[in-house]
């Protein structure tokens, strides 16, 4: 899955401000299965961080990072074996 976010974070020791520029890809991978069989809109939903995000040498997001989003629409499936539709939405990573 991949996701385009915008964060910003400091750096403390050089008190810098570095922001990760929207369209930066983050790639996540679910924690769990969901399915649009039993998933609910806005259920919680948690992601892994599975490459490290990084900006000007520094590790915005570290590889492992815990990222939580919800459901936002669920299309179950149909007759004649058409594929249900989920959309999930990112609300939140820990940043480094």
Known sequence: MRLTCTFCFVLAATAQVLTLQDG???????????SSASAHVGETVDFEVTEAAIVQNYVAIPKGAVA??????????????????LELSVDSVRLA
Do not use: E, I, Q
Request: a positive charge.
């Open 68 to 85: 939580l989003g919800r459901v936002t629409k669920v299309d179950a499936k149909r007759r004649f074996g058409r594929a249900g539709a």
């Open 24 to 34: 930066t890809p983050v790639r996540l991978r679910l924690s769990r299965n969901v």
